[in-house]
T-cell receptor
Framework: DAGVIQSPRHEVTEMGQEVTLRCKPI?????LFWYRQTMMRGLELLIYFNNNVPIDDSGMPEDRFSAKMPNASFSTLKIQPSEPRDSAVYFC????????????FGPGTRLTVL | GNSVTQMEGPVTLSEEAFLTINCTYT??????LFWYVQYPGEGLQLLLK?????DKGSNKGFEATYRKETTSFHLEKGSVQVSDSAVYFCALRETSGSRLTFGEGTQLTVNP
């Protein structure tokens, strides 16, 4: 299995631009998670989906952030408009609770907003 | 609510030293417990897990035992290597549900 796939791996953009991060979970996994990691705040859960349905988005910082999961094999996290304080590494993870619930993480997208 | 508390880092050891990273948790019911490791520039990887009291998870020389009486899941390794330098995260998952609650992470540096 290819594992969780994220794209792009690196993104540099200017303040005010729209940013879209993409994630392909492991085939067969039915839970998907978006995290943000920074030195100041550590690892934060932004939102997670079960069976393509958003379950808890309480970690989404504000309305500038949105996430979708149109099907079981694809999810996006969008920031519009982006701000310098959004600079972080964004991780996607997937799991299948019935087989132990451990989450498998992608390699992350390093976002820099200038 | 659920919470996980890890010993504060960073931790610096010499090669072949004994490692302990403390982890305690607060949860209702009978959570599953995990240790994840994050190497520089990479995502988190599952290191080991335990799903019930007194279970011992082990992998790559690392061990942790699920202690319900002390609500702990301390990570140990008898002889660390330079390649073990990474950030280690303790986490729990409730009996029902799929989300994990992570600790703050502990940076380990092993010097030759």
């Amino acid at each position: 299995d290819a594992g969780v796939i994220q794209s792009p791996r690196h993104e540099v953009t200017e303040m005010g631009q729209e940013v879209t991060l993409r994630c392909k979970p492991i085939s067969g996994h039915n839970s998907l998670f978006w995290y943000r990691q920074t030195m100041m705040r550590g690892l934060e859960l932004l939102i997670y989906f079960n069976n393509n349905v958003p379950i808890d988005d309480s970690g989404m910082p504000e309305d500038r952030f949105s996430a979708k999961m149109p099907n079981a094999s694809f999810s996006t996290l969008k920031i519009q408009p982006s701000e310098p304080r959004d600079s972080a590494v964004y991780f996607c993870a997937s799991s299948f609770p019935l087989t132990g619930g451990e989450q498998f993480f992608g390699p992350g997208t390093r976002l820099t907003v200038l | 609510g659920n919470s996980v508390t890890q010993m504060e880092g960073p931790v610096t050891l010499s090669e072949e030293a004994f490692l302990t990273i403390n982890c305690t948790y607060t949860a209702t019911g009978y959570p599953s417990l995990f240790w994840y490791v994050q190497y520089p520039g990479e995502g988190l990887q599952l290191l080991l897990k335990a799903t019930k009291a007194d279970d011992k998870g082990s992998n790559k020389g690392f061990e942790a035992t699920y202690r319900k009486e002390t609500t702990s899941f301390h990570l140990e390794k008898g002889s660390v290597q330079v390649s073990d330098s990474a950030v280690y995260f303790c986490a729990l998952r409730e009996t029902s549900g799929s989300r994990l609650t992570f600790g703050e992470g502990t940076q380990l540096t092993v010097n030759p």
